[in-house]
């Protein structure tokens, strides 16, 4: 499914924002526009803490899932079902179906807790300002600023149409991509920051098969450039070595 995303390349971004802040706070504004953002910063941490092997690299929770078997038969969109209707609807679910994940955790994910939106050993995710800075946050601000924009994008017919006679616009593919990408570093987090919780409520089978689906789907369309997602910085730690570590076991087509 190449052909989806292959116009991104060619749309351009808004000049400003769509619309106001996800969030009551100012000085933060909707993501869209800035898909330059790529950076992190690199906190310092001990070599023992570098070293160590996430939880959810480790047996027997690598391999826990509900589902077996090859993704690719679930995330091709159906015949004669418009691709970007599919899409739509897939980011939809996932969205969705996050956000459950996510509210079983925020009783963790806190002010005092997650004073970064770290995702790997040395993997930190910022946010622009209004002056396009790159700025730290605590990850629960961060993904309500992503939550809130996705919701409010969700519910805008002018991008993601539901009456009859309505299409999509041209620009759909480039906003797939920043929906992915933003959706891929709350999954990064979960797992870097959360496993442990995640193990303690005995949901890693459902976290790892919506991961593994998500994965799936962005392959499949052409959204899941790893060094793109997690940064030149990010790669090789983090979901990026989870994401390796499947398709070395079979778990994601190679």
Not at 60 to 68: D, E, M, S
Not at 76 to 96: R, T
Not at 181 to 196: D, G, S, T, V
Request: net charge neutral; with cysteine; aromatic share 14%.
């Amino acid at each position: 499914m190449s052909g989806f995303l292959n116009s991104i390349g060619r749309l351009r971004a808004p000049k400003r924002s769509p619309g106001n802040t996800p969030t009551s706070q100012t000085g933060f504004f909707d993501p869209l526009p800035s898909p330059g953002a790529e950076f992190t910063q690199q906190p310092n941490y001990s070599t023992n803490s570098q070293q160590q092997k996430p939880l959810y690299l480790c047996q027997p929770f690598v391999k826990a899932a509900l589902v077996k078997g090859s993704f690719k038969t679930i995330v091709a969109p159906p015949k004669y079902v418009d691709v970007n209707e599919w899409v739509a609807v897939n980011l939809f679910d996932f969205y969705h179906n996050l956000n459950h994940f996510y509210g079983a955790l925020t009783d963790f994910c806190t002010l005092q807790n997650c004073p970064t939106m770290s995702a790997g050993p040395t993997l930190n995710f910022l946010w622009p300002d209004q002056n396009q800075r790159l700025v730290s946050l605590p990850a629960p601000t961060y993904i309500d600023f992503v939550m809130s924009w996705l919701q409010k994008l969700l519910d805008d017919e002018n991008v993601f149409p539901t009456k009859s006679g309505r299409d999509f616009p041209t620009s759909f593919a480039y906003t797939a991509k920043h929906i992915y990408k933003h959706l891929f570093r709350i999954f990064a987090h979960l797992y870097h920051q959360h496993f442990e919780q995640i193990l303690h409520l005995s949901i890693e089978a459902h976290f790892n098969s919506l991961f593994a689906h998500f994965l799936a789907f962005g392959k499949e369309f052409d959204i899941l450039v790893m060094k793109d997602l997690m940064t030149n910085q990010g790669m090789g730690q983090g979901v990026a070595e989870l994401s390796e570590k499947w398709r070395e076991m079979g778990i994601l087509e190679a």
